[in-house]
């Protein structure tokens, strides 16, 4: 393994490294944002080398082999269509044919504090990516919102909320993520606007990946899941509260509120019993309910959900019998999801 490091190296920096060899190579990545201090690490990934596309509940015996048969990180998605056959929730729309890809690298290039840690098999590769970096020039993307389109109008959102809460009084489902589709045409890099928005709205999850499809562009500030040591880690955001000028008797506001807290807390039952099914009896509690963090203009409550993976069972496990995450679907999860089916004209695709 050939190494190469930059030291002084900060978020900014990693943004147009990513940019600059994703014009070498396919390039995919994750960034974490300035601002949060859960999470402090990037990676690019260059030139892939090997891949394994999902398929359905089958695909989990495939990728497990795929991800142990050697010592390389793996990175890839699972989409929304995926969690539909996961759940046996049927649907009339068309979805995606490989609803979940993961791929191997030739390359990673990791960030951490002001360090960059390019490692690679091929002293080529190292040498190509520092050059390009080097001699790279960013310009900002030139996007405009009005090019922007939504599928729905208020209108029609309206109307489709107050079905819900019909839904909602006849007990069908206690919440419930109704989502819309916004198109826009643009001739900009994928690569330039991913990297110009996670410039411009730090987030602590970024991720930026390709598929046959085209690019996913991702930005959330929300964990679905994280495994390490076997000790699992959910952290459901749930409740909202805007403001002008921040002060600190917001976040007594935001936590006192009867329905914020309400919203918070059947998630964090929801996800009590996802992670349940797969990790040891008694191991599953909730930390830091109702803990505030910020994003922008909002504050955000969240609770940390932890748990320990059952002797025989692992993070694929986990992650096929929890997704797709509660937070894009609502509680009853089932049911939830059959009545997004029935309300939104669109199918979510990769969207989760």
């Known amino acids: 393994m050939h190494s190469a490091v930059l030291e002084s190296f900060e978020k900014?920096?990693?943004?147009?490294?990513?940019?600059a060899v994703?014009?070498?190579?396919?390039?995919?990545?994750?960034?974490?944002?300035a601002g949060y201090t859960g999470e402090n690490v990037s990676v690019c990934y260059i030139l892939p080398i090997s891949s394994y596309a999902v398929t359905g509940r089958e695909s989990v015996s495939g990728l497990r082999r795929f991800i142990n048969s050697d010592d390389k990180e793996t990175y890839g998605f699972l989409?929304?269509?995926?969690?539909?056959?996961?759940?046996?929730?049927?649907?009339?729309?068309?979805?995606?044919?490989?609803?979940?890809l993961f791929k191997k690298y030739a390359a990673y290039a990791r960030h951490c504090g002001q360090r960059l840690t390019i490692e690679s098999d091929c002293p080529v590769i190292l040498e190509k990516a520092l050059i390009a970096y080097e001699t790279y020039s960013p310009t900002p993307p030139n996007m405009s919102a009005a090019d922007?389109?939504?599928?729905?109008?208020?209108?029609?959102?309206?109307?489709?909320v107050k079905e819900v809460i019909e839904y909602i009084r006849d007990g069908h489902t206690y919440q419930l993520n109704l989502s819309m589709m916004f198109e826009a045409e643009t001739y900009e890099k994928p690569y330039d606007i991913w990297a110009h928005t996670a410039e411009m709205n730090p987030a602590p999850f970024y991720a930026l990946f390709k598929f046959n499809e085209g690019h996913i562009l991702s930005t959330s500030p929300e964990r679905f899941i994280k495994v390490s040591d076997r000790k699992v880690l959910s952290q459901p955001i749930k409740g909202?509260?805007?403001?002008?000028?921040?002060?600190?008797?917001?976040?007594?506001?935001?936590?006192?509120?009867?329905?914020?807290?309400?919203?918070?807390?059947?998630?964090v039952d929801l996800i009590r019993n996802d992670i349940s099914e797969t990790c040891e009896v008694g191991s599953v509690e909730v930390l830091e309910h109702k803990s505030v963090m910020c994003v922008d203009d909002l504050l955000q409550m969240y609770s940390s959900v932890c748990g320990t993976l059952k002797d025989g069972k692992d993070v694929l496990d986990l992650l096929f019998s929890a997704f797709p995450g509660g937070s894009v679907t609502g509680c009853p999860k089932k049911r939830s999801m059959e009545l997004i089916d029935s309300l939104e004209p669109h199918s979510r695709g990769v969207y989760c």
Not at 80 to 100: A, E, Q, R
Not at 148 to 160: A, E, F, I
Not at 242 to 256: A, G, S, V
């Open 12 to 19: 900014k920096d990693f943004l147009n490294f990513v940019r």
């Open 240 to 267: 909202t509260l805007r403001f002008k000028e921040y002060y600190p008797e917001l976040e007594q506001k935001l936590t006192e509120s009867v329905k914020e807290s309400a919203e918070l807390s059947m998630i």
């Open 79 to 100: 989409a929304y269509d995926l969690g539909l056959s996961l759940k046996d929730v049927h649907t009339d729309k068309k979805l995606m044919t490989d609803p979940g």
């Open 22 to 33: 994703s014009g070498i190579w396919e390039t995919d990545a994750l960034f974490s944002g």
């Open 148 to 160: 922007v389109k939504c599928n729905m109008t208020r209108q029609d959102y309206v109307g489709k």
